[in-house]
């Protein structure tokens, strides 16, 4: 079973790019497709980013987002996700999920809590106006 833990969250000034981990261990990585969510304090975990097995991205404006990068190196197990530019409103808890593909999957499903089996404790971001 596939385990994950974020890292590189902190405190961040507004428009510092910031690069948050997703480190994974166990089998088949290169099998999962990873899913950045955040929840912000009092409210619901939302979706951010996600990127397949394949490589293939999507965010939750669609396939391009200025705010976000998702990418993965699979010799090292790691996902990442890079924030750009971002704002006060961006502060939260990022967590990273881990779905396993069998097949090519609706992006759509990708946007899903409930498809991901796997999760790791996530890292607060702190972004300072």
């Known amino acids: 079973q596939l385990q994950l833990a974020e890292s590189g969250g902190g405190l961040v000034e507004a428009g510092d790019s910031l690069r948050l981990s997703c480190a994974a261990s166990g089998p088949d990585f290169d099998n999962y497709a990873v899913g950045w969510f955040r929840q912000a304090p009092g409210k619901e975990r939302t979706f951010v980013g996600a990127?397949?097995?394949?490589?293939?991205?999507?965010y939750r404006d669609g396939r391009d987002s200025k705010e976000f990068a998702v990418a993965r190196d699979n010799a090292k197990n790691t996902a990442y996700l890079q924030l750009n530019s971002p704002k006060s409103e961006d502060t939260a808890v990022y967590y990273c999920?881990?779905?396993?593909?069998?097949?090519?999957?609706?992006?759509?499903?990708?946007?899903?809590?409930?498809?991901?089996?796997?999760w790791g404790k996530g890292t607060q971001v702190t972004v300072s106006s």
């Open positions: 990127i397949t097995w394949s490589g293939g991205t999507y």
């Open positions: 999920g881990g779905k396993l593909q069998t097949h090519a999957i609706a992006t759509a499903a990708l946007r899903e809590e409930d498809e991901y089996g796997e």
